[in-house]
C-alpha cells in the first residue's frame, strides 16, 4: 500500500503491515486494515509466548486508536484463539492492544499530529494552505490541549495576515530585509537636498521600476 510507513506510524501499529485504510460511512470513521507479521503472529495474549493455533475466534476485531483529526479511528484485523501451554485457549496477543503500547500518550500524540498539520499549512502555501489552515483551525479550537486552542485564537485573529502571507509568500523576514536595505540607501543619500532625491533612489534600487533611459536600448527587448 502507498504510505504505508505513515500509516503505520499514524496508526501508531508498529509490528503489522497496514494493507488498506478506508473511511467507513456507518461509523464515520477511518478504519486501517491491519495485518501482524509473522514474529508477533500466534502468541498468547497473557503471557506472549509463542503457541499452537486453535480457531479463527470471533473473526475480525475493530481496536479504537487515537482520532484522527475529528474523526474517530480504528484498527481491524483478525483476532483468532490460541492454545498457550500455561493458560489454555485465549485470544492471541496483538501489540496495539498493550496498555498505551504505541501510542504512549494520547495528548502528546495528539499534540505532534496538530504540529504537524501547521507545518504542512505553510509548506503547501497558497490557497491549498489557507484551506488546510481552516480545517486546521477547527481541529484545533476542539482539541482540548489549552496551548493549541489558544494558539488558534490567536491565528484567528490575525487571520487576514497570516493569509496575505500564504498568498503572496511574504514574511516579516522579507520585510526586515528590505528595511536593511533602505537604511543603507539612506546613509548613501545624506548629500541629497530633498527626500524626493531618496525615495526615487529607493524605489529604484528596490521596487522594480525600470524606466528606459534616453539613448540606451532595453536589454529585455534586445537588438
Ligand atoms: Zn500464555
Given amino acids: ?25 456507518d461509523s464515520r470513521a477511518v478504519v486501517g486494515h491491519v495485518r501482524l507479521v509473522r514474529a508477533t503472529r500466534g502468541r498468547c495474549g497473557i503471557c506472549r509466548c509463542r503457541c499452537s493455533g486453535y480457531d479463527a475466534g470471533e473473526g475480525r476485531r475493530r481496536w479504537r486508536t487515537l482520532d484522527l483529526g475529528s474523526r474517530p479511528a480504528y484498527i481491524e484485523a ?59 483551525l477547527s481541529w484545533a479550537r476542539r482539541c482540548r490541549i489549552p496551548a493549541f486552542v489558544h494558539l488558534a485564537k490567536r491565528i484567528s485573529a490575525v487571520r487576514p495576515h497570516i493569509d496575505a502571507a500564504l498568498e503572496h509568500g511574504l514574511s516579516n523576514a522579507l520585510i526586515e530585509s528590505v528595511n536593511t536595505k533602505i537604511r543603507l540607501i539612506t546613509r548613501v543619500a545624506f548629500g541629497f537636498r530633498s527626500a524626493t532625491a531618496l525615495i526615487a533612489l529607493v524605489m529604484l ?19
Fill in 1 to 25: 500500500m502507498r504510505n504505508a510507513r505513515v500509516w503505520r506510524a499514524v496508526l501508531g501499529v508498529d509490528e503489522a503491515v497496514v494493507e488498506r485504510v478506508e473511511f467507513d460511512e
Fill in 78 to 136: 483478525d483476532a483468532p484463539r490460541v492454545s498457550c501451554p500455561k493458560h489454555g485457549v485465549v485470544v492471541a496477543h496483538v501489540p496495539w492492544a498493550r496498555h498505551g503500547a504505541g501510542h504512549t500518550d494520547p495528548r502528546l500524540h495528539r499534540a505532534y499530529l496538530l504540529k504537524e498539520g501547521l507545518r504542512y499549512v505553510f509548506a503547501v502555501k497558497s490557497e491549498a494552505g489557507k484551506q488546510a489552515l481552516d480545517r486546521w
Fill in 205 to 223: 534600487s528596490l521596487g522594480g521600476h525600470r524606466p528606459a533611459l534616453p539613448g540606451r536600448i532595453d536589454p529585455r527587448i534586445g537588438q
